[in-house]
């Protein structure tokens, strides 16, 4: 399909992968397991559609709050999902990872020096390619701290009177265009402290289907919806 108002940047709020777990009898691990084939499945169809950045919120900074055991298998979880993402970067260059950069932003203080390390070694892999497209994924990200962090990087860099500019250039996201579209699963109508600063003009949609659900035929409904919106900015249509 042929759309004239494409979104260039896209957010994605992974939100129903426990409640598609409960409903089918598996376990939370399980749901999460769910959610990150939908993720791949989703990198891909946005690539396929010319979606040239997105941003996926894979683990919250309120995340930690969570039931230990859920919280461990989430981070077993990552650390296969980093070994995919080199596993794919060694495959058929026509794989779609080959032509995506990829960025994790957020505090990753909290995680091992060997995660870590896997992080930087996948971002830099990722920057020797052609790059077509760009790939966020938000880990212990919060909004809230993505701003004090810039604003806090200002003052320690000898900015005294910090404009929305020297907050803009210090975000995880510098660089790249905020989020036209943000897209949350699950029927909720929260933002959930995802990137607050960038998407104060966004499109918001709503999908009801849990994110395990979530495939190519949600995303048109979605970029369908977007297409037929007015984007004001605050002024007059």
């Known amino acids: 399909m042929n759309r004239t108002n494409l979104p260039t940047h896209i957010g994605f709020i992974m939100d129903g992968n426990r409640r598609w777990a409960k409903e089918k009898g598996k ?21 396929a559609r010319g979606i040239r950045h997105i941003t996926f919120y894979a683990f919250s900074t ?21 070994d995919k993402l080199y596993q794919r970067w060694q495959s058929s260059e026509k794989d779609v990872y080959h032509h995506t950069q990829v960025r994790f932003i957020g505090d990753l203080t909290p995680f091992n020096n060997d995660f870590r390390r896997r992080v930087e070694r996948i971002e830099r892999l990722s920057d020797e390619k052609e ?22 990087r200002a003052l320690a860099e000898g900015v005294t009177q910090i404009t929305e500019q020297d907050i803009a250039q210090r975000l995880y996201t510098a660089g790249q265009p905020d989020p036209d579209l943000i897209v949350r699963t699950g029927g909720e109508m929260r933002i959930s402290n995802f990137l607050l600063w960038q ?39």
């Open 27 to 47: 376990t939370a691990p399980q749901g999460h397991k769910a959610g990150a084939d939908a993720m791949e499945r989703i990198v891909e169809e946005c690539y």
């Open 62 to 82: 309120e995340n930690w709050t969570r039931p230990p055991a859920e919280v461990s298998a989430l981070m077993t979880l990552f650390s296969h999902y980093l």
């Open 131 to 152: 790059i077509r497209m760009h790939m966020n994924i938000a880990l212990n990200y919060g909004g809230r701290a993505d701003i004090v962090q810039a604003v806090n």
């Open 199 to 237: 998407t104060s003009y966004s499109e918001y949609y709503s999908d009801p289907c849990y994110w395990p659900d979530f495939d190519g035929e949600r995303l048109d409904l979605a970029l369908d919806a977007y297409e037929a919106r007015t984007r004001k900015f605050g002024g007059n249509a």
